[in-house]
């Protein structure tokens, strides 16, 4: 390694959802800000497809060319061959599990906790720093946990607590579940890194007229057999458009294309964005005076730009916009008049809320700094 070159393995998602690379560029404006003069080479690998951390020449891989029971047959090759040597972090300094949720129900079944964790990031973890940040919970909002139960569960996220150099979670239940996991060391609670994509600030511009909506069916990603029903929030939300209308301009932001599909039943005439990087999101910015999401990281988005929104969802990922200050109503008790009464607290105090986000970025990028700042050094004084 030259004396001002870090490589860095990030644990991440590709060309898989807009939310998880807003959360990996602010981990890594983190990496740039905190060590200016330092080059970061970056090994990126989607967690998705745990076994592309090997070669195409590794033995391991011979589990790609099954027809069937693809997970299975990837642990057990992963178990049985990751010893052979060869794979993508082997050169790198630093390895950094990059947000998202990462404790729900049945977790330790995800397809990377063998083949990824458990093969490659742990034994790395006695060489390199290994650091989990701007990672949550994702449990059913009515029957959130009060503490991780014995199980495959809690010690799959053992392991990862325990292997963590740094861990910061981004909402207040993952803290809760993971701190009694740790023998020593501590669980930082901070906003996710998504708020720190755009390092500079947007003033509010004079042209600013547009109220943005992202909608999703059912209000989120997942029902959790919560009864959530589709109909009941499409019908809310297009009550909210149409009481909407006469007095604001409209517009949807789209983080896919059946987001895209969605908007365009909902109301044909108005105009959407459907956004492939995060930059996509300064296209829109100098237009937009706030936004109604059912995508929690396009509040994030937009947070770093300095623009307030409000959020609805179906689960505890919603707890991590508390810490942004971003309100939140859970989908299934939510009415087209307080989605509208909260869009209208948020446009009144406007100024006020583009200063109280760009000062909270200021922290939050402090923070992050302040504990990557250690690693950071150690890595750097070895070179």
Request: proline content about 5%; charged content about 25%; some cysteine.
């Amino acid at each position: 390694m030259s004396s001002n070159v870090v490589r860095v393995g990030l644990i991440t998602t590709l060309s898989t959802n807009l939310g998880d690379d807003i959360v990996r560029a602010g981990i890594v404006n983190c990496l740039k800000r905190t060590s200016p003069g330092t080059q970061f080479d970056l090994v990126l690998l989607n967690k998705h497809r745990p076994m592309q951390v090997y070669p195409q020449w590794h033995p391991a891989r011979l589990a790609d060319r099954l027809p069937c029971g693809k997970a299975t047959a990837a642990r057990m090759a992963s178990s049985l061959l990751h010893r052979f040597g060869g794979h993508c972090f082997q050169n790198c300094d630093l390895i950094i599990y990059c947000g998202s949720p990462i404790m729900w129900n049945g977790c330790a079944m995800v397809e990377w906790a063998g083949p990824l964790w458990k093969d490659i990031v742990v034994p790395m973890s006695r060489k390199i720093p290994v650091l989990n940040l701007a990672s949550g919970s994702c449990y059913p909002w009515e029957n959130l946990p009060s503490e991780l139960a014995q199980g495959k569960d809690r010690d799959f996220l053992e392991s990862v607590f325990s292997t963590c150099d740094i861990n910061v979670v981004r909402d207040a239940l993952a803290r809760d579940l993971a701190e009694p996991l740790l023998a020593e060391g501590r669980i930082e609670t901070l906003p996710c890194s998504a708020l720190l994509w755009h390092e500079g600030r947007l003033p509010l511009r004079d042209n600013a007229d547009t109220v943005f909506l992202n909608y999703m069916e059912g209000g989120g990603h997942f029902d959790f057999r919560q009864g959530i029903e589709p109909s009941i929030w499409r019908g809310v939300f297009v009550d909210f458009i149409e009481n909407l209308r006469e007095s604001h301009t409209l517009a949807f932001i789209c983080h896919d294309k059946k987001e895209y599909t969605w908007a365009a039943e909902l109301a044909p005439d108005l105009p959407k964005y459907l956004l492939r990087k995060p930059e996509d999101y300064l296209e829109i910015a100098d237009r937009c005076r706030a936004a109604v999401c059912n995508r929690l990281h396009a509040c994030m988005a937009l947070a770093s730009l300095g623009i307030p929104s409000a959020a609805i969802g179906t689960d505890s990922r919603m707890l991590m916009l508390d810490y942004a200050g971003i309100p939140t109503l859970y989908a299934k008790e939510a009415d087209s008049g307080t989605v509208r009464m909260i869009l209208e607290q948020l446009l009144q105090k406007e100024t006020e809320e583009r200063q109280r986000l760009a000062e909270l970025k200021a922290r939050t990028f402090a923070s992050y700094e302040e504990l990557l700042s250690n690693e950071l050094t150690s890595i750097l004084s070895k070179a």
